[in-house]
């Protein structure tokens, strides 16, 4: 690959929720035995940064496993990387409910450029939002959001949709412009053939995809020149093969990656798109017919 725009780091697999269609525990109950919890320190996120990061035009702190803002070395990744990269774009992407007022005044004083954003991941109201994401506190999100808004940083309210909460879509999309956010964007989770046990119902009668025939894939890793960093400082292809790696529900859908190690994943997975094969999560992730892109139905600016 040519050089690197774009780095997506896992800065830690810690998080203080248990949502339904996570990774990081099995259908949200209880800790998957595929990772150990635990944060890249900030020396090694330092080391593991191997690409020139003077050519960096994004970094954002998301990952498969855990919440960005439970990483209590955050903000000091941020000013490394700001002191380096001042026009880097940084990005982070959240359930909102952790750490406290002062926090999050700092965090808005150093995401100051003109893209710097925070997602804030909120599916619902008060009485709803707890339903995916369960054990996150509806005041506290609220709280958190209200203190780095008024402090000039730019949020993103990003709402996954389901049945119990698909009638209070508007509402939301209302509440964040009165809160003052930047954005507001609603999707449907694509996730129901991983997480087909669950208590929850999709907007609409899921109807089974079968991406195994499908070849024409467009690698969203190699448009957008990235590179995704997990917890551990393991080097992966991207986070969607990083995902289905760890994720227990239907692991036999990914065999193919599962026989691999990471190491051997970074090469192999392009070796297998340029022979016409690639893995089922890539047919899933960036086919160009039917891919995750897909999930989104509302992408509001509104400020």
């Known amino acids: 690959m040519t050089k690197i725009k774009e780095l997506h780091i896992e800065n830690t697999s810690l998080c ?3 949502c339904v269609m996570c990774a990081r525990n099995i259908n949200g109950q209880g800790i998957a035995h595929t990772f150990h919890p635990g944060s890249l320190s900030f020396s090694d996120f330092q080391t593991k940064i191997t690409v020139n ?30 002191s380096i990269r001042p026009s880097c774009v940084v990005g982070i992407n959240t359930n909102g409910s952790i750490q406290n007022a002062k926090w999050w005044t700092q965090l808005a004083q150093l995401l100051t450029g003109t893209y710097d954003y925070v997602v804030f ?3 619902g109201l008060e009485d709803t939002n707890h339903i ?31 049945d119990h909460n698909k009638h209070q879509v508007d509402e939301c999309k209302q509440l964040a412009d009165t809160m003052g956010f930047t954005w507001f964007r609603s999707k449907e989770t694509d996730r129901w053939d991983q997480y087909s046990e669950t208590h929850l119902n999709p907007v609409n009668v899921y109807e089974h995809i079968d991406y195994t025939n499908i070849e024409d894939v467009q690698c969203e890793r190699n448009a957008d020149r990235s590179e995704f960093i997990g917890y551990t400082g393991q080097t992966w292809p991207c986070c969607h093969i990083a ?25 192999e997975y392009q070796t297998k798109l340029d022979i016409g ?27």
């Open 121 to 123: 991941s909120i599916d």
């Open 132 to 162: 995916y994401r369960t054990g996150v506190q509806w005041h506290k999100i609220i709280t958190n959001a209200s203190t780095y808004i008024a402090n000039g940083g730019s949020a993103h309210w990003d709402m996954l949709v389901f």
């Open 53 to 82: 990061i003077t050519h960096l035009e994004k970094v954002f702190f998301c990952g498969t496993l855990g919440d960005p803002c439970a990483d209590n070395n955050l903000l000091d990744k941020i000013r490394w990387l700001k």
């Open 16 to 18: 203080n929720a248990s």
């Open 277 to 303: 094969d690639p893995f089922y999560v890539c047919k899933r992730s960036c086919g160009k017919t039917l891919n995750k892109k897909l999930q989104w139905k509302q992408e509001i600016q509104l400020r």
């Open 243 to 267: 995902e289905m790696y760890y994720a227990v529900p239907n692991r036999s859908m990914h065999t193919d990656i599962l026989a691999l190690t990471p190491t051997e994943l970074m090469t």
